[in-house]
């Protein structure tokens, strides 16, 4: 039996661990639970990362052990792997605990399960009080009255827990937990710690029960919301502290559906222009995201009439906000109004406010708008902003920084598809020619690249006609670096403009250039034909490509010969 | 483990008594660099408790040896030193015994090991050293401890465990290491963990690096122990513990042009209590609070502490001398206390005006700082500290002697650690320098004092009168007198 658990080094006992249901397998049931277990019980000083495997791996070792009727077996070695101090690990020993409470019969889990998870609540240090918050969840639904109301005194404790992080705990799983309890228990229970969290000292736990806030609201009974829930919430979203606030924004479409139409329209709404108006600018990027989602989601009947009096107000006042991540969030879901408002408010009210975008000094605020330019497209049709447009984008293709020029031009064939041929090839194919002799290769690449998908778009006759000609053209420009230019994109085109155009106006300036004094070229000439071999005719080949790359394969330069060698076994043209 | 070349000693502790702590100190233990003896792990439950015969002159001490940090744990079990050579040295308190009532608060070395080691940045051709700068504990999360050190640039979080078993038994090699022959395999073992001697490990944990462009002066973690910051001359930058591929800079005072700068941060520190609080003090003797609740750029301040200059006194080292060196909440959160060259002020977080208390540490000096400023000592930057119950506070000054300053009592001390004058057990003497013309016969003249031995880093126990004092290489540990 060749298998090997070995402690010598991290990688030997990680790979060990990998290889841990091998082992148990080899073990057999008994031994896996009489010897095995204990042994990883005792080893969780280990490395992290050898732990976290372990973590994982005993979630998925029931039918190991023996099956479900000796699934406890598992629990020590998960518990002591549930107090370790590397929150990873501890955060993998709970998700596999949830997965093998489910296998524990409903005796196991109060006799074995149960016990484990209020150890750990009452547990000396905040590592394995802050895993019992996990836990409650799973047992609670299936365990006897008596220890339900347990379970409910272990997290109530736990949520006034001296340490935060175990009160950080306890906020994040009380939303989980609210869910299994039943409705009464909510209203008596979970509301009173809700509130306790949500006005903790701490901000770094107030801010967690924004979360938890919407799975209440969830469970409750419309009626109840206003009295139970809500002044929590407007006290959220006005607190003192800009990340809580922030939390609020984040989780705005979430707590609107929680809470019902009516209550976003008495309250949510105010909220939301104020988050809107914030002073802070994190909390008011975190708004702007929402904007386009908030407006969907507004009760339909007078969801016009809100958005024109309240929302949009504080949407015109964004677009010229000082802050350029507030902006470009903005510009990413501005466009989504049009359809919500509308053709007629889209050209009066949304228009002028694309167009201020257009014009913004940040370069990403412009990228945004033109990247959902579709949107747009749908309810007015492009042309209302290609005035605008057309400036915007030259500048952008201009840009100093070459990442901002990358952006645009992979928006260049949705921008065509939307503009038409005749537009495009009026005022942006010399952009995209231009791109080609670009002193950055990923923008070169990215040229090239962006040349297919057009031909993919407007067809070969049109390839033939239009682009073909000019990256032709390259092949005789004094850089070397524009040679090789020409060479990418008739590998990109090839397959595109077909068989005619390929054999008939590429090929030829190919092996024209396997000629070129420089060897960079004249390997790629061969890599080339390589790539376009497939394209050509069998005569071609034979007559035309194949004594080219012989000639290549005698090169003096020794990766022009290799590549050439290359071709040709790939071709078969040996 | 300290290598050959570089040795520890240890020496004693004193006290305080009379109204909490301000008369006799007794020296417990101290411990110099270098020491004879090889601190490795096995054998330092012999060498660790250094008999003073042993000590050597601590000229032979090199510039790797200098303490350049000191702090005790939350518990005041551990207390942690950092030295110009990278090392760190953690020492164990003595478990009480009554058998030996007279090491009372004793303590020996834990754990050593080499947090920095010295780095060349290729890009700015700039060395960078080794030195801890700062070390901050956190409170104890679980049986192991934690802390974070800093050299100029990169912040690291050791973690400091101790393993007790072993496993034996392998399937592919014996128990003496040999790896067995796989055909004389013949069934699968699994190992058993056999009890072995006890072994204090140290780990990095974490290793949070390429934040800074200026040097790292202080590190504080946040009371959510969630965060932490880490503090260049211009900058702020927000850590959370768990993770290092990214910080948030939270202050940054570098102004557009570099010609224009004028002030640099000193020093800071998150309020003990109030997670979402942090004072930062600057080299132009000002204090700012920041409340990050309310941005997340806290480049506004919410309060803003500076005592108005007195014209009359004021000279050329003016602005030097009002630089603030260190700065510290009190532990109920209620003052910040300030260390500036000459004095030690208490600020009431509710007065921004002006000190509540000025304390003056070594005011003999004011003659003197032409000369100070001519051998840079003028820019040596001294540390303050609480204790415990914030009724007295501790500052170091030259010629080994450390001040302390009863808040109620308005009494004051001067106290000197030297291993010439003072032997374990023995009460700690106050000294006096003289001013005037006339030096009465135990007190010490201005123009004798060393300015070469100078205390800069000291530490208060968080709840007993003990205290952790660094002079050059030799670290001293006092504590109040037993009755």
């Known amino acids: 039996m060749n298998v090997k658990v070995a402690i010598l080094s991290i990688q030997l006992r990680l790979n060990s661990i990998k290889k841990l249901s091998t082992i148990a397998l080899a073990l057999g049931v008994e031994r896996t639970r009489t010897e095995l277990l204990p042994f990883l019980t005792d080893t969780i000083y280990d490395e992290d990362e050898v732990l976290l495997a372990l973590a994982e791996q005993l979630g998925n070792f029931t039918m190991l052990v023996g099956g479900p009727e000796y699934v406890h077996c598992l629990l020590p070695p998960l518990e002591s792997l549930a107090t370790v101090e590397e929150t990873v690990v501890r955060d993998k020993a709970v998700e596999s605990l949830r997965k093998i409470s489910q296998e524990h019969s409903p005796v196991d889990l109060e006799v074995h399960f149960e016990p484990l998870v209020k150890r750990l609540a009452s547990g000396d240090w905040f590592t394995s009080r802050t895993s019992a918050c996990g836990l409650f969840s799973v047992c609670y639904p299936r365990v006897s009255s008596t220890v339900k109301a347990e379970i409910r005194q272990h997290f109530r404790t736990l949520c006034s827990d001296d340490t935060p992080m175990v009160r950080r705990a306890a906020a994040s799983k009380l939303g989980e937990f609210a869910k299994v309890l039943e409705l009464d228990y909510v209203k008596s229970d979970i509301i009173s710690l809700f509130t306790a969290l949500a006005s903790d000292e701490q901000d770094s736990v107030r801010l967690l029960a924004v979360e938890a806030c919407v799975s209440i609201a969830t469970l409750l009974p419309q009626e109840d919301l206003e009295t139970l829930v809500m002044p929590t919430l407007r006290q959220a979203a006005e607190d003192k502290s800009w990340r809580v606030r922030y939390m609020v924004a984040d989780k705005f479409s979430e707590l609107q559906k929680a809470v019902g139409p009516e209550i976003t329209k008495n309250d949510l709404v105010p909220a939301f222009q104020n988050l809107l108006k914030d002073c802070e600018a994190e909390v008011r990027a975190a708004a702007a995201n929402k904007v386009k989602e908030f407006c969907e989601n507004l009760p339909e009947d007078n969801r016009e009439q809100i958005i024109m009096t309240h929302i949009l107000p504080c949407v015109k006042e964004l677009v010229s906000d000082t802050n350029q991540h507030v902006k470009s969030a903005l510009a990413s879901v501005i466009m989504g109004l049009s359809t919500i408002l509308g053709k007629d408010n889209t050209i009066e009210h949304l228009l002028p406010l694309f167009l201020a975008q257009l014009k913004d000094e940040c370069p990403e605020v412009r990228l945004n708008i033109i990247s959902n330019l579709d949107c747009v497209n749908e309810v007015i049709g492009i042309r209302q902003l290609s005035q605008s447009l057309l400036p915007a984008i030259v500048e952008l293709a201009e840009d100093a920084k070459w990442r901002v020029r990358l952006a645009i031009i992979e928006y260049m064939p949705l921008l065509a598809g939307q503009l038409g041929v005749e537009f495009f090839d009026e005022k942006l194919n010399t952009l995209c020619m231009a791109w080609l002799i670009d002193h950055v290769y990923a923008i070169r690449e990215a040229a090239t690249c962006n040349l297919m998908k057009l031909v993919e778009k407007f067809g070969a006759e049109w390839a033939q006609n239009t682009i073909v000609p000019k990256v032709l053209g390259m092949a005789n420009d004094p850089n070397y670096l524009h040679r090789m230019t020409t060479l990418f994109c008739i590998n990109a085109l090839s397959e595109a403009c077909g068989q005619d155009i390929t054999t008939k106006q590429m090929l030829p300036v190919v092996l024209k250039m396997s000629n070129d004094q420089v060897a960079n070229v004249r390997f790629n000439v061969a890599k080339s034909l390589q790539k376009i071999g497939p394209v050509l005719d069998s005569n071609a080949l034979q007559t035309e490509v194949k004594p080219v790359l012989e000639k290549l394969a005698t090169d003096t330069d020794m990766d022009v010969k290799y590549f050439a060698q290359e071709a040709i076994s790939v071709l078969a043209l040996a | ?483």
């Open chain 2, 1 to 483: 483990c300290v290598g050959g070349s570089s040795e520890r000693h240890i020496y004693c502790l004193w006290v305080f008594k009379e109204s909490g702590a301000m008369t006799g100190w007794e020296q417990v233990c101290s411990f110099q660099d270098p020491e004879p003896a090889d601190l490795s792990m096995e054998e330092e439950s012999d060498t660790r408790k250094i008999n003073n015969s042993f000590l050597r002159d601590h000229n032979y001490a090199t510039e790797a040896d200098i303490i350049s940090t000191v702090e005790f744990n939350s518990s005041g079990e551990l207390l942690a030193t950092g030295d110009k050579g990278g090392r760190v040295v953690v020492f164990q308190r003595e478990q009480e015994s009554k058998s030996q009532p007279q090491r009372r608060g004793e303590y020996n070395v834990y754990s050593t090991f080499q947090s920095h080691e010295p780095e060349f940045d290729y890009l700015k051709s700039l060395e960078i050293e080794e030195k801890i700068n700062k070390i901050k504990w956190l409170p104890q999360q679980n049986a192991a401890y934690f802390l974070l050190s800093t050299n100029d640039k990169t912040v690291k979080l050791w973690k400091i465990s101790e393993r007790d078993k072993r496993p034996e038994g392998y399937n592919l090699k014996d128990d003496d290491g040999r790896i067995r022959d796989p055909s004389t395999i013949t069934s699968l073992r699994v190992p058993v963990l056999q009890p072995m001697d006890l072994m204090v490990e140290a780990t990095a944990r974490r290793v949070f690096s390429n934040a800074h462009t200026y040097h790292i002066n202080s590190i504080s973690v946040n009371s959510d122990l969630q965060t932490y910051i880490s503090t260049d001359d211009l900058r702020v930058n927000l850590w959370n513990l768990e993770i290092t591929d990214r910080s948030f800079n939270i202050v940054d005072i570098k102004p557009a042009n570099m010609e224009e700068l004028t002030e640099v941060i000193t020093s800071a520190e998150f309020h003990p209590q109030q997670c979402h609080t942090f004072a930062y003090s600057s080299s132009k003797g000002s204090i700012r609070l920041c409340d990050m609740r309310e941005a997340a750029l806290c480049d506004k301040h919410c309060k803003y502490f500076e005592e108005p200059e007195d014209p009359s006194t004021r000279s050329f080292f003016s602005e030097i001398i009002s630089s603030i060196s260190d700065v510290k909440f009190s532990h109920n959160g209620r003052y910040l206390m300030t260390r500036d060259y000459l004095t030690v002020k208490v600020w009431d977080l509710q007065m921004e005006n002006k000190p509540l208390e000025t304390y003056q540490v070594h005011d003999y000096l004011r003659g003197k700082l032409c000369s100070l400023y001519e051998n840079d000592c003028i820019f040596d930057k001294f540390e303050c500290v609480w204790n415990g119950s914030d009724s007295v506070i501790m500052t170091g000054s030259y010629n080994n002697f450390f001040r302390m300053f009863d808040r109620n009592t308005k009494r004051d001390v001067t106290l000197e650690a030297s291993r010439e004058n003072s032997k374990p057990r023995a009460i700690l003497k106050p000294r006096k320098v003289c001013v005037g013309g006339k030096r009465r016969k135990d007190e010490i003249s201005v123009d004798s004092l060393d300015f070469s031995k100078k205390i800069l880093h000291t530490t208060w126990h968080p709840h007993e009168n003990i205290i952790a004092v660094a002079a050059t290489n030799n670290l001293y540990i006092f504590q109040d007198k037993v009755n």
